[in-house]
């Protein structure tokens, strides 16, 4: 950097790896402009061997952020062509890399605390060791944006760093395009949550990488346009993820009339949806069945098929699937990620995948933190509740209620793809999203229910005929129970 040689920076195609980018590069920025960055599309994968050529032959220092851990075939080209590679990254680490830096907390003897943290906050927290060295300050531009990355990463949210920047991040965002996005997306900007960002802005933006447009998602980060430039990037993002919205509804209509609901793990492979969606598509399987699930489509090869996993809560999916024999390659967390495997092979794991969780029956009760009559439920009991689960994600769940004395008077079956179910009960509401009619039509009307879910307050502005803001007492309900 002193030397003001070429920098090259690679990503990961996720809201982390464009986060990751954004530190980096606008950092580097401050120091040279000979700063340059290359990616792939989701659809191409993490693999950087078809990036080699890109990189130009006068780079001194490859830099690659949120992956490559394990890429030691690129990175042995890359330092044989003169370059150093430096590697910022939290995935897992299954072999020595001899020819580049590595910044991981998760390599053997790392004594880093923080066994949590992604490649956003990683890559700030370079950023801040580089100022110690360059007497500079340039990193604290960017101390908004650590917490968000986390937060999409789905790392642990009971790490005290990481609920650190998170509050950072909801508190004190000042990045002009996600506060439009955020007010776009009818956000309170100066009362966010953990939910409103991963239920809001967090989609949309990944929407774009989805959809192998990842260069809209760079440019909205990078957030060097002008407030008019930003509201339209913002404008395309929200209507990118509508498009994904509808995507993901047809697709779990149909994978309900694939999946074999005797398998311990549902696997669907469907080679039409796309490596975008996979994994949304497998979360929706989990949620619908109770189960891991599996969604493929075809693999590099002909003989191949690659898609994402999703598990639960209850034992590491990751471990599992590299347990297999039946896999050739398993990547990720815990609890989401990807896998190959051939062809031939794909009744032999759902075979394998049975005999190895035969014993597991997952839990498919609900649980609460906390009972209610609706009587006790109000506007000022909701907002303290609600502070109290402000920052929550992976191993801080927000706060759910179980609400009694709830008096069903009417019913709407809403939305584009008529996926969500509203329930008028008196002095409030009870929503339930990502649903379908055949729910809608168990739920029982003037009849008396219970329901568990998490409490919220929406705020509606009426124009007309005279200004006012309409308060509603809303209950997002997991299930509810006539009694």
Not at 54 to 76: C, G, H, R, W, Y
Request: hydrophobic residues 40%; proline residues 2%; charged residues 25%.
């Amino acid at each position: 950097m002193r030397q003001l040689q070429s920098l090259e920076i690679l990503i990961s195609s996720d809201f982390d790896g464009v986060t990751s980018l954004v530190i980096m590069y606008k950092y580097l920025k401050n120091f040279t402009n000979d700063v340059y960055y290359i990616c792939n599309e989701r659809s191409t994968g993490h693999n950087i061997n078809n990036l080699l050529d890109q990189i130009p032959t006068q780079t001194k220092l490859f830099i690659a952020v949120d992956s490559s851990s394990n890429d030691i075939e690129s990175m042995k080209t890359l330092t044989e062509r003169g370059m150093d590679c430096l590697i910022i990254d939290h995935h897992t680490v299954t072999v020595n890399n001899p020819y580049a830096i590595l910044v991981n907390p998760q390599q053997e003897g790392d004594e880093y605390p923080n066994k949590n943290a992604c490649g956003g906050l990683l890559t700030y927290k370079v950023c801040q060791v580089i100022d110690e060295c360059m007497n500079t300050y340039y990193s604290n531009e960017f101390d908004d944006l650590p917490g968000l990355a986390l937060l999409a990463d789905v790392m642990s949210m009971m790490e005290l760093e990481n609920r650190y920047f998170a509050k950072q991040s909801l508190k004190g965002l000042h990045h002009r395009g996600l506060k439009q996005l955020f007010t776009l997306m009818n956000f309170d900007v100066n009362n966010l949550s953990s939910t409103d960002f991963l239920f809001g802005v967090s989609p949309a933006v990944t929407a774009a990488t989805r959809a192998d447009n990842i260069q809209l998602a760079i440019d909205f980060m990078l957030c060097e346009g002008s407030d008019e430039e930003i509201l339209e990037l913002s404008k395309r993002l929200v209507s990118g993820n509508e498009k994904r919205k509808e995507i993901q509804s047809e697709a779990i209509k149909y994978h309900k009339t694939l999946a074999n609901e005797g398998d311990k793990v549902v696997v669907i492979v469907n080679p039409e949806l796309g490596k975008g969606i996979n994994g949304l598509a497998a979360a929706d399987l989990v949620s619908a069945y109770n189960c891991p699930a599996i969604v493929l489509g075809y693999g590099d090869g002909e003989d191949t098929y690659a898609g994402s996993f999703r598990g639960l809560e209850d034992f590491s999916m990751l471990e599992l699937l590299e347990s297999c024999d039946n896999t050739t390659f398993v990547a990720g967390h815990s609890g989401a990620g990807g896998v190959q495997l051939s062809k031939t092979k794909l009744e032999l794991l759902i075979q394998e995948l049975n005999e190895k969780l035969a014993d597991f029956i997952p839990d498919d009760s609900l649980y609460y933190d906390l009972e209610f009559d609706v009587s006790e439920i109000n506007e000022k009991m909701i907002l303290y509740l609600n502070e109290f689960y402000r920052i929550s994600g992976k191993d801080f769940k927000p706060g759910k209620f179980l609400l009694k004395g709830l008096f069903v008077s009417d019913k709407k079956l809403m939305g584009k793809q008529l996926n969500t179910v509203k329930i008028d009960c008196d002095s409030i509401q009870l929503m339930k999203f990502k649903t379908n009619e055949d729910y809608f039509n168990t739920v029982p009307v003037f009849a008396e229910v219970e329901a568990i879910g998490t409490l919220n307050m929406n705020y509606w502005k009426q124009y007309k005929p005279k200004f006012k803001i309409v308060k509603t007492m809303q209950l997002f309900i997991d299930d509810l129970r006539e009694v």
